[in-house]
């Protein structure tokens, strides 16, 4: 037996020869031009629950049930465990891999020599039959590098999976309440109307007013209940929005409770500003960033697994277990053992191995571009959503001052118009304002929050609220 303990102390002086690995060792970029990459990414621990901030129950039962049964969040959460199980076959081949055999063979006239003619031989064999590819020139450990790389990017896709569901599910939360807002809206437009039409039509009756007074507010009237029908769209086209991110087939999907069916009169609003602390670093919370970044790391650790292919490549096989004929017993005179290092290199092939290498660092430049092209298009995205979201803040503002101020203007002009001291066209225009700056109103609130929404995505959910 000392053949096998010479083998093992072979094979163990042949692996402390496999501490090179050629190609770039990867460096995470530390800037991108004057903007500093130092912090790696952080999934937040606000990204799940901000929306409690709101205080509105539906809302936070519709975002965690869309983080259970939505099928998109399955589908990341299941590519981290492939990924995960890549490099663990990755990382495992630079361990030696072995099989344990059993076999019988018969075979007649073995050999062209006469004396063997109609002689049949017979055999078994059983033991273990053992391969190792030695990692000369890093070519596995490159490639375990490339899987770990890309077992962390499908990590950070499934954390930013989650973030995309909340903010879908939020904004077609919001779309759904903006619409219903839109509704209720108009209803109470049409009430105002028709108590405008009442009044010109006991006016018309005592002949104060003309056929052509109340056909123009007819007119006014039927415009509104024209528009209704979009709202109504609207609120279906959100329902079946959110039906479909909650997995759940049309009409399952329930929003109000029996103390407030449709009666909501406002969308989420948030009671207290978006802190945003200076000096933080929010760029190592979005995902896409980091995903970037992972994918870098593994397009260069793909260089040296193209250029470990210019040098020879080294392989041990081996044998050892028992070999016997038949009616021998498996002892110690049946033992066998068996070893084949074999050495092979692309020596006419080179070529091709410099064109993968340098498509591999082709693929590499590509990476860096997408990564640094991330980064500005992430700081855009944020300082833009804060503008955006501050803008409409004050549009909403100053369109709660013009309702007001066309609800005075309303009410004045009815009673001028009532007491015959006023015209009808004042008042008439005086309605279509209000008509106008509610619904705009209502606008503007959906919008409000639809940025907000846009606030949580772009800061990758590491905002808070103080």
Not at 256 to 268: A, I, T, Y
Not at 331 to 352: E, F, I, M, R
Not at 377 to 392: F, P, R, V
Request: charged letters at 20%; one cysteine or more; a negative charge.
């Amino acid at each position: 037996m000392k053949a096998p303990i010479k083998l093992a102390a072979l094979v163990l002086m042949i692996g402390t020869l496999t501490a090179c690995a050629v190609g770039p060792d990867y460096q995470a970029p530390e800037k991108v031009k004057d903007v500093p990459f130092s912090s790696p990414y952080q999934h937040s621990n606000l990204a799940l629950n901000w929306w409690q901030a709101f205080d509105d129950d539906v809302l936070n039962q519709l975002i965690d049930k869309a983080l259970v049964e939505n099928r998109t969040i399955t589908q990341a959460r299941a590519n981290v465990g492939r990924a995960y199980m890549d490099f663990r076959d990755a990382d495992n081949n630079g361990l030696p891999t072995g099989t344990m055999d059993s076999a019988y063979q018969a075979y007649e006239n073995s050999t062209p020599d006469p004396s063997d003619d109609d002689t049949v031989t017979r055999g078994y064999n059983t033991g273990i039959s053992l391969s190792w590819d030695i990692d000369l020139f890093g070519k596995i450990q490159r490639a375990s590098e490339a899987a770990q790389a890309n077992v962390q990017q499908a990590d950070i896709l499934w954390h930013d999976a989650q973030l995309q569901i909340i903010s879908q599910v939020a904004i077609s939360y919001g779309d759904y309440r903006g619409a219903q807002l839109r509704l209720q809206v108009a209803q109470q437009n049409l009430g105002n109307l028709e108590q405008s039409r009442a009044i010109v039509l006991a006016r018309l009756d005592a002949g104060m007013a003309s056929e052509l007074e109340l056909a123009r507010m007819d007119a006014q009237l039927y415009e509104v209940k024209a528009n209704m029908p979009a709202y109504q769209s609207q609120l279906q086209t959100a329902d079946a929005t959110l039906s479909s991110l909650l997995a759940q087939r049309p009409g399952q999907l329930t929003l109000e409770d029996s103390e407030n069916s449709f009666q909501l009169k406002q969308l989420p609003q948030l009671q207290k500003p978006v802190a945003i602390v200076e000096g933080e670093n929010y760029l190592r919370y979005r995902a896409d960033v980091a995903g970037s970044e992972r994918a870098l790391a593994a397009s260069t650790a793909q260089i040296g697994v193209a250029t470990a292919d210019l040098y020879p490549s080294l392989s041990i096989g081996g044998f050892l277990g028992f070999l016997s004929a038949p009616g021998f017993s498996l002892n110690s005179g049946s033992q066998s053992w068996s070893v084949a290092p074999t050495l092979s290199w692309n020596a006419a092939d080179l070529g091709s191995v410099r064109a993968r290498i340098n498509s591999a660092k082709a693929s590499s430049r590509m990476a860096l571009a997408d990564f640094e092209q991330s980064v500005f298009t992430a700081l855009n995205e944020m300082s833009l959503s804060l503008k955006n979201y501050n803008l409409s803040r004050q549009q909403e503002l100053m369109t709660a001052q013009q309702r007001e101020a066309s609800q005075k203007a309303v009410r004045i002009a009815r009673q001028r118009y009532n007491a015959g001291s006023g015209e009808f066209l004042d008042l008439l225009d005086a309605e279509r304002e209000l008509l106008r700056s509610r619904d705009q109103q209502a606008q503007l609130e959906q919008q409000t929050f639809t940025r907000l929404v846009g606030i949580y995505k772009a800061f990758g959910g590491g905002i808070n609220v103080l």
